[in-house]
């Protein structure tokens, strides 16, 4: 079954077409795509952190000098170029905004002064196009070897970006407030047509004004494209021991959350998610859900959705020390604060048990791959 619905994804992605369906409208999926992410961390830190990202695959809609976006896909050594206002980037860099440029170790280098030197070699190459494409003059200062997941948890990303072994080219700039600093490079990189089309834009940008607030760019070379994506994120300190009910949008500051009006040309579902990460230190379930739950078959020991025309929730798992929930608009065009509430504990959900539609899966594996690819690289999500 997995073999056969990998190639159905693997068809379907390369021709490009638009499956329909015996729905009132055809089902489409965009390069653009816009996440609201809430992380309520139970375990450790005790932090909620909040955050929108925009992301694409597409250099129109994320606007990448395409000249340069092929020149650094194409170098083999370069894995991520990242753009931050996070505190300590790395350490040793303290009250400045950061680009890193992350490459892989040269296996000829022997000895650290080596890999320090054909580090800074390779990202020297580039430095002066990225802060073209930026409109900075980021200046260099070290090489930094990532031995473990202190830079990864400041900049709440994992494995590629800045997990161990991965080793960075750091270029400083002075620290800028992130309201100043998300308007100018969502006007650098957003086209006026998305900017000028609400929906999650709208709520990151308001939240850059929070004092808490912290923007990162990262750019991501894949194999015959880049994964781009501008993230905009709040932390609510020693906030999460002490919540048992969960309204997502409070997080955000708005009591109703609309749909980026970028799709309002076609049915666009899957193109905009919220989701919801518990992580606890004792078993927990979800319960008294105020909205829907959307049905779901389990595929491979993922919950897939069988009607992607209903809004609602699919949690997975909805039981134990880390829950996940993702909604999906269906053909709503925005969702309240009240519709999105849930609790924690209570009587366990039942799953509502539905008939495998082959057609369906594929269409949604096709949208979940390029969200895990997005959500891979936010705090709490690994797949």
Not at 67 to 92: F, H, M, S, W, Y
Not at 164 to 187: F, H, N, Q, W
Not at 353 to 358: H, I, Y
């Amino acid at each position: 079954m997995q073999k056969m619905i990998f190639s159905l994804v693997v068809l379907v992605t390369m021709i490009g077409i638009t499956t329909n369906f015996a729905y009132s409208q055809e089902i489409s999926h965009s390069t653009f795509q816009e996440t609201a992410q809430i992380v309520i961390d139970k375990t450790i830190s005790q932090n909620v952190t909040a955050s929108i990202t925009l992301q694409s695959t597409s250099i129109q809609e994320i606007k990448i000098p395409a000249e340069l976006e092929q020149e650094i896909r194409t170098d083999p050594r370069i894995k991520a170029i990242i753009l931050t206002n996070q505190d300590q980037c790395v350490l040793g860099v303290v009250d400045e905004s950061c680009i890193m440029i992350n490459v892989i170790r040269n296996p000829d280098d022997k000895g650290i002064i080596a890999i320090q030197d054909s580090t800074k070699e390779i990202s020297s190459i580039y430095i002066d196009k990225i802060n073209q494409v930026f409109d900075t003059n980021a200046k260099f200062h070290s090489v930094f070897l990532h031995s473990d997941d202190v830079s990864n948890l400041a900049l709440e990303t994992s494995g590629i970006i800045s997990g161990r072994g991965m080793i960075s080219a750091v270029y400083t700039l002075p620290m800028e407030d992130t309201s100043s600093m998300y308007e100018k490079i969502s006007g650098i990189l957003l086209p006026k047509i998305i900017r000028e089309s609400g929906g999650f834009y709208d709520v990151a940008k308001k939240l850059s004004s929070d004092e808490n607030s912290k923007m990162t760019f990262s750019w991501i070379p894949l194999d015959s494209k880049s994964l781009l994506q501008l993230k905009l994120s709040v932390d609510y300190p020693n906030k999460a021991s002490d919540i048992s009910n969960i309204k997502p949008l409070e997080f955000l500051n708005i009591e109703n959350l609309q749909r980026s009006d970028y799709f309002s040309t076609g049915f666009y579902p899957l193109n905009s998610i919220i989701q919801v990460v518990i992580l606890s230190s004792e078993n927990t379930n979800v319960s008294d859900v105020r909205g829907n739950i959307v049905p779901t078959q389990t595929i491979d020991n993922e919950e897939i959705p069988t009607d992607i025309t209903k809004e609602g929730w699919v949690f997975d798992p909805q039981e134990g020390q880390r829950i996940q929930g993702k909604y999906i608009f269906g053909e709503k065009l925005s969702v309240s604060n009240q519709e999105l509430e849930f609790s924690l504990g209570g009587i366990n959900l039942q799953k509502e048990k539905q008939e495998f539609d082959e057609s369906i899966v594929v269409v949604v594996i096709i949208t979940i791959v390029a969200i895990a690819a997005s959500l891979f690289y936010l705090k709490g999500y690994k797949k």
